[in-house]
């Protein structure tokens, strides 16, 4: 397994992260536990923030809290200078509980509710980033009535069919669900009737193309399109974008097969981009926005597991298990997605074996590595996944009433408990057994 940030093998032959022995972790706070190494979150700021000062252009740092969504974190990005995309009342709510300033939160998603919209409203958002035309009206009409203005990004589809991790993971094509499209006039039409909204001020546009992207031709291709429709924009309706948002989808390395570029890379491809084709219309140039998600959070995470039972069916493969699976880490169900494991008790140990990680949940497909070389693997023992710092705590899921592991920040060697595990009472907390129910004899 890839050994990332301060994840290292110490003496007594354990994964140590952040400083902490993963064995000591364990009696702690028990398994499953997703392990986040805390200084590789601050670089992965960091790196973001230092190239685009570095370019010299404008710019906001957007955190895609949907990649995952704590309080602690929420600080962590407020203290690194982050801004911080949300996408429901629920992600709103966290960044305002943790203290994140509202004026740099940026509300996304294709179904704001009018609750999750008047939240906002309340909260002062810095911004809208409006998907659709419906949108467009409700929000108007819900701003006129509370008498306040607020800032809004279209978001766009600039018909660039990007090289994401799956199909479900890209969103820059025409038939996406996401956003007003620029080939076949929608953005065009989008911007002039926002211009004439009254409570709404059209800062510019937005665009993501996808996810887990590993070139940049995708991002200048995008550049290129959104400046091609502002010089459009500025001819035919006099309106200049201030801003445009190039979303995230910045890729990371999972296993081997991974070729993410640094960040520097990415940022220095867009912002180099924009001076290109915004240079070209004789504009300003507008203030550069990304909202990385992975990118920020994904190689800081290890999920620790502990072994349990195991299934040999000869000539064809042994079965591992853990107590966790996909409730905890949905993706290789859902996207097919690779990861690397490593035998964290024992893990100077040579490989004798490929075996497959099984998940505990009622489901041929809660598997979470196919055919992975590990030492020969006993009860007890204990099973690092790494790279579960995205889109692994945020899409956990219940299922089979097992409850979500609780989530540490290492650094140093100190950990803090940033999220409970779940408890059995967390599980029940919200079911009800109405009276009429309660009633009725238990017939034998
Ligand atoms: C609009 C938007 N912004 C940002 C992100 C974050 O993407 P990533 O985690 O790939 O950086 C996503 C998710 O793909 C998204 O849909
Ligand atoms: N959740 C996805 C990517 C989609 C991100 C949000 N647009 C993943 O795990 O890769």
């Given at each position: 397994?890839?050994?990332?940030?301060?994840?290292?093998?110490?003496?007594?032959?354990?994964?140590?992260?952040?400083?902490?022995?993963?064995?000591?972790?364990?009696?702690?706070?028990?398994?499953?536990?997703?392990?986040?190494?805390?200084?590789?979150?601050?670089?992965?700021?960091?790196?973001?923030?230092?190239?685009?000062?570095?370019?010299?252009?404008?710019?906001?740092?957007?955190?895609?809290?949907?990649?995952?969504?704590?309080?602690?974190?929420?600080?962590?990005?407020?203290?690194?200078?982050?801004?911080?995309?949300?996408?429901?009342?629920?992600?709103?709510?966290?960044?305002?509980?943790?203290?994140?300033?509202?004026?740099?939160?940026?509300?996304?998603?294709?179904?704001?509710?009018?609750?999750?919209?008047?939240?906002?409203?309340?909260?002062?958002?810095?911004?809208?980033?409006?998907?659709?035309?419906?949108?467009?009206?409700?929000?108007?009409?819900?701003?006129?009535?509370?008498?306040?203005?607020?800032?809004?990004?279209?978001?766009?589809?600039?018909?660039?069919?990007?090289?994401?991790?799956?199909?479900?993971?890209?969103?820059?094509?025409?038939?996406?669900?996401?956003?007003?499209?620029?080939?076949?006039?929608?953005?065009?039409?989008?911007?002039?009737?926002?211009?004439?909204?009254?409570?709404?001020?059209?800062?510019?546009?937005?665009?993501?193309?996808?996810?887990?992207?590993?070139?940049?031709?995708?991002?200048?291709?995008?550049?290129?399109?959104?400046?091609?429709?502002?010089?459009?924009?500025?001819?035919?309706?006099?309106?200049?974008?201030?801003?445009?948002?190039?979303?995230?989808?910045f890729g990371i390395r999972y296993t081997e097969g991974d070729?993410?570029?640094?960040?520097?890379?990415?940022?220095?491809?867009?912002?180099g981009a924009v001076k290109k084709y915004f240079a070209g219309?004789?504009?300003?140039?507008?203030?550069?926005?990304?909202?990385?998600?992975?990118?920020?959070?994904?190689?800081?995470?290890?999920?620790?597991?502990?072994?349990?039972?195991?299934?040999?069916?000869?000539?064809?493969?042994?079965?591992?298990?853990?107590?966790?699976?996909?409730?905890?880490?949905?993706?290789?169900?859902?996207?097919?997605?690779?990861?690397?494991?490593?035998?964290?008790?024992?893990?100077?140990?040579?490989?004798?074996?490929?075996?497959?990680?099984?998940?505990?949940?009622?489901?041929?497909?809660?598997?979470?590595?196919?055919?992975?070389?590990?030492?020969?693997?006993?009860?007890?023992?204990?099973?690092?996944?790494?790279?579960?710092?995205?889109?692994?705590?945020?899409?956990?899921?219940?299922?089979?009433?097992?409850?979500?592991?609780?989530?540490?920040?290492?650094?140093?060697?100190?950990?803090?408990?940033?999220?409970?595990?779940?408890?059995?009472?967390?599980?029940?907390?919200?079911?009800?057994?109405?009276?009429?129910?309660?009633?009725?004899?238990?017939?034998?």
């Amino acid at each position: 397994m890839y050994l990332h940030g301060t994840s290292r093998i110490n003496d007594a032959g354990h994964l140590e992260i952040g400083g902490c022995d993963v064995t000591e972790l364990k009696a702690e706070y028990g398994t499953p536990l997703y392990i986040m190494d805390e200084q590789l979150i601050r670089r992965r700021c960091r790196e973001y923030m230092d190239a685009f000062a570095a370019s010299g252009l404008g710019f906001q740092v957007a955190y895609a809290s949907k990649a995952f969504s704590v309080m602690a974190m929420c600080r962590i990005a407020d203290e690194e200078g982050l801004s911080l995309d949300v996408v429901s009342d629920g992600e709103l709510y966290t960044a305002l509980q943790a203290g994140f300033p509202a004026d740099r939160i940026h509300f996304h998603g294709n179904n704001k509710t009018p609750f999750e919209i008047e939240m906002a409203l309340d909260a002062g958002i810095g911004c809208f980033v409006v998907d659709n035309f419906v949108e467009l009206e409700l929000l108007q009409a819900i701003a006129a009535s509370k008498h306040v203005n607020v800032n809004i990004l279209l978001r766009v589809t600039p018909g660039v069919e990007a090289h994401a991790h799956h199909a479900y993971a890209a969103t820059g094509q025409t038939d996406s669900k996401f956003g007003f499209d620029i080939g076949n006039g929608s953005a065009f039409e989008a911007v002039k009737q926002a211009s004439a909204k009254d409570n709404l001020t059209l800062l510019g546009v937005h665009s993501h193309i996808g996810s887990q992207i590993f070139e940049t031709e995708g991002f200048e291709m995008a550049v290129e399109r959104v400046a091609d429709f502002a010089r459009r924009v500025k001819e035919e309706l006099n309106t200049e974008f201030r801003v445009v948002n190039l979303g995230g989808g910045f890729g990371i390395r999972y296993t081997e097969g991974d070729t993410p570029l640094q960040v520097s890379e990415y940022v220095a491809a867009i912002t180099g981009a924009v001076k290109k084709y915004f240079a070209g219309i004789g504009a300003v140039l507008p203030e550069i926005w990304v909202e990385p998600g992975r990118s920020i959070v994904g190689d800081a995470g290890t999920t620790l597991y502990t072994v349990g039972t195991n299934k040999t069916i000869p000539g064809v493969r042994k079965y591992v298990a853990v107590d966790g699976g996909m409730g905890d880490n949905p993706r290789p169900a859902l996207y097919e997605s690779k990861y690397e494991a490593l035998l964290a008790n024992r893990a100077n140990e040579a490989s004798v074996e490929t075996v497959s990680i099984a998940g505990k949940c009622c489901e041929s497909g809660d598997m979470l590595i196919w055919d992975v070389e590990l030492p020969e693997t006993k009860s007890g023992d204990l099973l690092a996944v790494a790279c579960t710092g995205a889109y692994n705590y945020s899409m956990a899921s219940n299922y089979n009433r097992i409850a979500r592991p609780a989530v540490v920040f290492v650094q140093n060697g100190q950990s803090d408990l940033v999220v409970k595990r779940e408890s059995h009472s967390d599980l029940i907390a919200n079911d009800i057994i109405p009276a009429r129910i309660a009633k009725q004899p238990v017939t034998k």
